[in-house]
């Protein structure tokens, strides 16, 4: 194995003494490695509540809304069709939280800030109370759907399937207050102000300060008292301000380079055995953690740094399906021979006929270095099976990729020169074919 390991001279068997100060910084900057894949999901809702409040100017009680491409651009890998509704909560400030469900076509859920799922919000409706550490479940009744967050900290974010509807659903949704319940302030809906945001996780030191800032914010749960530990050896201690000397600054900065490397390597190259979907294909299954982040009792750390690096929370209707029903996810982000995607490079896919969606099917492309939306100048990313799409003769759709509109009528996304991408299938209530992995999917190719 060419893994490249410092070396050391020894004395007696025992690392020699001109050595040791090496050998603390190597150790530091392993655990910064893993301290930086570990908080990967809460850096990610951070950014994103900071969107929430400083470009949506929105409260607690309000609702940011992400309809247009350049609104929703700063999330991690949105899907362009249906309008996003994003509500973020502190619930040590606010104390228990009523969300007041108008019935129809949403979907949804409250996530803590670890991104564990907390409470599914789909079209039945309905009233919903989180309480958060410490706080005592209120008695509504048996009609009340009572959840609790580990975190102070949550996030509900709907989305309106039908988009003729979305004006009237929106309006009817209520955010307020426990405490304020019988006069609460109104719930308005408010849209980004136009400031060019990005929920990703920041480069460099900017991430751990990011860090610090959110951990100062929450309590340590038991299964976190290791990873408190090193973060506290790092600097990052709730009660102390965030000011590491220039060792740490350098070994911290070197640590958000290489975790942010494992965690591109990790989520662009899935090797997990959950991910496959077909051995003739580079597509992957792109959701491989579960909702609460544990599988047969064991922690997802290298699954839930993946998922996390590119994308934002996760319901059981993602985590598993069924046939007819939830969603299911497929991703590539390399050409047929294992090259990533080239935004400056035309490609083509070829998808077959009869998709396995009961509802409707989409490919979306997303900048790998973001992950996000590319910033292509037709402000369009997305092709899905409720577009008049060109069809070829045997059903299947062709779909092209690149830089360039091609001369002839085609069904094309643009992509972004010099940037890196990759794309999504999604199959809205996917068919047992997907689950039987009985309907193949090409890979994308270079176009010829």
Known sequence: MDVPVPRWDTVLGLPAPQNLDD????RDLQAACLLYQWGLPIVAMARLERAVREVVHARAEDVGAFVTYAERRGILTPNTITPYYITCVDLSVTGPIILDVPDGPIAGGVTDFWQRHI?????????HVVTGPGHSPPDLGTDVRVAESRTNNIMCGLRILTPDADGDLIRRFRVR???QRDDPPPTRVLHPDGTTWFQA????????????AILAREPVEERDRFFAGIAATLGIRRERPFEPGERVQEILTEAARLGEAFAQATAYAKRFPTATYRPDSRWTRVANVEPSHVRDGLGQFFERAAWFYEATGMSEGMAHPTPGSGQGYLGTYTDGDGDWLDGGRAYTLRVPADPPARQFWSVCVYDALD??????PSQHAELSS????????DGSVIIHFGPDRPAHRVNWIQTVPGRPWFAYLRLYAPTEPYFDRTWPLPDIEPAH
Do not use: C, H, S
């Open 386 to 393: 409720r577009d008049a799409l060109v069809t070829q003769p």
């Open 23 to 26: 050998l603390y910084d190597l």
């Open 201 to 212: 996780q920041p480069a460099g030191l900017d991430y751990f300060r990011e860090l610090a």
């Open 177 to 179: 207050r426990f405490d």
């Open 119 to 127: 409470t599914d919000i789909g079209p039945d409706g309905g009233r």
């Open 371 to 376: 992950r996000t939306l590319p910033g292509n």
